[in-house]
């Protein structure tokens, strides 16, 4: 795959699977923005893009904010032209302490869709017309399995991750007609900090793990769940974000792609 003089805009590509996504577009010759909260941490994630590839910038983007994304867009535009690839990457699992609670709040419930849901809705608005003007475009959503069947613990992000799904196929409809491909990806089972701030909620509040790490709970539902045995890794995911970025996908769209080693096979 080659995105040689191609854009690409990553929200949340500071870190975990955004920073694995960027690096990957990088890599495949893609100049990268990376939009995140976290300056700190986009600033070291653009010094390695600039070794692979020379052209990364950053923006401290609030997906939430719509005056924020639109800065994003007109930054993109002018450090390296329109954009080509949009990856809607940015995502909670809850408000301040979520991990902490063994119940879903209100305040839960609506940063969660603000940021995962509505924030894909903002960042999208904000680069339509130059899509719309370039009449080409691939923008990927990322979901997760959790939004493929509701389950307990974590009821506001499971849900959120629905919309997403079904957020993806409505922008396809509506893309379509101007050479705009959407999907979505769910990501399976990945150790990031996020994930072991779950398997900690797990080791208080489920029975069958007392007493593990997170890390154990992590690797028992590993081998419980996943019909290859094998945990995903934020690699996985942007292996398949630069296919249905790609020309071979070029027929694709308003599809949602499992990346869960079998977890669910649908």
């Known amino acids: ?8 805009v990553v929200t949340g590509g500071a870190n975990g699977i955004g920073r694995a996504i960027a690096l990957k577009l990088a890599d495949q010759g893609a100049a990268v923005m990376i939009a995140d909260t976290n300056k700190d941490a986009a600033i070291i994630t653009a010094a390695e893009i ?18 924020l994304c639109t800065e994003l867009a007109a930054l993109t535009a002018d ?12 995502g909670i699992a ?11 709040t209100e305040e839960d419930w609506k940063l969660t869709y603000q940021v995962n849901v509505i924030g894909i809705s903002n960042v999208t608005s904000a ?3 130059q899509m719309q003007n370039s009449r080409s475009g691939r923008i990927v959503n990322i979901a997760s399995i959790a939004g493929r069947e509701g389950r307990p613990g974590l009821p506001h992000y499971s849900a959120s991750k629905a919309a997403v799904i079904s957020l993806t196929q409505s922008t396809a409809l509506e893309f379509a007609p101007l050479n705009i491909r959407v999907n979505a990806i769910c990501p399976g089972l990945l150790w990031t900090s996020m994930w ?5 909620r797990y080791t208080e509040n489920n029975s069958l793990y007392k007493g593990m ?13 996943i019909p290859l045995k094998k945990e995903q890794t934020p690699e996985d995911v942007a292996d398949a974000v630069c296919f ?7 027929n694709i769209t308003g599809q949602t792609l499992n990346v869960d080693g079998g977890f669910f096979m649908r």
């Open 1 to 8: 795959m080659n995105f040689k003089d191609q854009v690409a």
């Open 50 to 67: 600039e070794e692979i590839s020379g052209n990364s910038a950053i923006h401290a983007t609030d997906v939430t904010n719509f005056d």
């Open 79 to 90: 450090s390296f032209g329109p954009v080509d690839i949009l990856v809607n990457n940015a």
């Open 94 to 104: 809850g408000s301040s302490g979520w991990h902490s609670r063994s119940f879903s």
């Open 127 to 129: 680069f339509r017309s």
């Open 196 to 200: 072991e701030e779950v398997g900690s």
């Open 213 to 225: 790490s997170a890390r154990q709970v992590f690797d028992a539902m590993v081998e419980e769940k």
């Open 244 to 250: 249905l970025v790609s020309d071979e996908s070029r």
